[in-house]
């Protein structure tokens, strides 16, 4: 799933999901709520140095229990979405 400036993965039991097939309605609350927040947070960053957007992996058992994962071109990029979420 792209959004403006970033990409989202979701991976659900081993699987990659595409959430436009996802039909039950507390998934997609769950779905929303993660990109409207890495939309206030994370849209329109990008590393200094290498001009690349971070990417971020929600995985888990189900949409109840994700975990996510930060990935990016470097690990400072990575530091600076980690710090921008947090603020």
Same mark, same amino acid.
């Not at 970033?6 to 996802?22: K, R």
């Given at each position: #799933?792209?959004?403006?400036?970033?990409?989202?993965?979701?991976? $659900?039991?081993?699987?990659?999901?595409?959430?436009?097939? $996802?039909?039950?309605?507390?998934?997609?609350?769950?779905?929303?709520?993660?990109? @409207? #927040?890495? @939309?206030?947070?994370?849209?329109?960053?990008?590393?200094?140095?290498?001009?690349?957007?971070?990417?971020?992996?929600?995985?888990?058992?189900?949409?109840?229990?994700?975990? #996510? @994962? $930060?990935?990016?071109?470097?690990?400072?990029?990575?530091?600076?979405? =980690? =710090?921008?979420?947090?603020?």
């Amino acid at each position: #799933m792209d959004s403006p400036g970033f990409a989202i993965a979701f991976v $659900i039991n081993g699987i990659q999901v595409d959430p436009s097939s $996802i039909r039950d309605e507390d998934s997609l609350a769950r779905i929303e709520a993660i990109v @409207e #927040m890495l @939309e206030g947070a994370a849209s329109n960053l990008l590393c200094p140095d290498h001009s690349e957007p971070p990417r971020f992996l929600f995985s888990g058992p189900n949409f109840d229990s994700l975990s #996510m @994962e $930060i990935y990016g071109c470097c690990q400072g990029l990575v530091d600076l979405t =980690k =710090k921008r979420l947090a603020d």
